[in-house]
């Protein structure tokens, strides 16, 4: 296992090799990874959907949802969410912050277009018609819930969030086989689900699938049918960004950037680049 300073000191050269892939191949490897974070979603929505009450739901997707983790780490992709710890080797100054921010601007894009591309494929296959299109209704409830939320709720959900993603990307990085990646990285995931936290990408299939399913006149009357439901007035467009993706991105960064990869930079880190940088190790050089 490798040691929390080992971590620490090996995503230095992991960090600076993902700021210099080109721009076809952090789209693409964004991509894929929007895709097996939307696939998550959709098995964490379905799953729950005849559940008798909302704990045992919200159980049953954190049980679920981690498999979305698993599949970037494992198969090979980029997410935004984790990239926020290249922010280690920029404080190490082995990467520029302008590299740092094309990785996160293309990979995010990228992101986009695997989650929307899921998003797409599920609704229109029918995948949401399990259950007498009870999965459906789940759908839709939670991307009305997620544009419901005010600006400095979902920005704190956000924070929350990802500090919890990238600590699972982190222990996940301690491992050296499958299997204990996937056991390291599966309850800090289990648990912002379970806590009701805020991830951008998650939220680029579940609001977007959400809209395309409340067109579908089957999954609306389904919806529209249920007891308690929310209205879908907020659901639009336009509040998936300015309700839901813009607050929760920012929240999503401080909490991955500042809370996990700067707080352990200084812990581990910072002391080795100052003597780096300094001539003898940090000593003054003699007159």
Not at 48 to 75: D, E, Q, R, Y
Not at 106 to 118: H, M, P, R, T
Not at 119 to 139: C, E, I, K, Q
Not at 227 to 254: A, Y
Request: net charge positive.
């Amino acid at each position: 296992m490798n040691s929390p300073k080992e971590i620490a000191q090996n995503y230095i050269a992991t960090g600076v090799a993902k700021t210099k892939y080109p721009i076809v191949k952090m789209l693409m490897l964004g991509a894929l990874a929007g895709m097996f974070i939307a696939l998550a979603g959709a098995g964490a929505s379905i799953a729950p959907a005849t559940m008798i009450t909302a704990s045992t739901a919200k159980l049953i997707s954190g049980l679920i949802f981690p498999a979305g983790l698993a599949m970037v780490l494992i198969a090979g992709s980029e997410l935004f969410t984790g990239n926020c710890l290249i922010i280690i080797p920029v404080l190490q100054k082995e990467a520029t912050v302008g590299a740092m921010l094309k990785n996160w601007l293309f990979v995010y894009i990228g992101n986009f277009i695997g989650s929307i591309l899921v998003a797409l494929l599920t609704v229109y296959s029918g995948t949401f018609s399990l259950f007498g299109n009870a999965a459906a209704v789940s759908l839709i409830k939670t991307a009305v819930a997620k544009v419901s939320f005010s600006f400095s709720d979902a920005l704190l959900r956000g924070v929350l969030c990802n500090f919890l993603v990238c600590i699972a990307v982190w222990i996940s990085f301690a491992a050296k086989d499958i299997v204990g990646k996937v056991a390291g990285l599966f309850f800090p995931i289990m648990l912002f689900i379970l806590c009701g936290y805020e991830h951008s990408i998650a939220n680029m299939f579940y609001i977007p699938a959400g809209l395309f399913a409340s067109k579908n006149a089957a999954y609306l009357a389904a919806y529209t049918t249920t007891e308690s439901i929310l209205k879908l007035d907020p659901l639009t467009w336009g509040s998936l960004f300015t309700k839901n993706l813009i607050p929760v991105t920012i929240g999503n960064i401080i909490g991955g950037a500042v809370f996990v990869g700067a707080a352990y930079w200084f812990i581990y880190l910072h002391d080795t680049e100052k003597k780096a940088s300094s001539p003898a190790g940090g000593k003054k050089k003699k007159k």
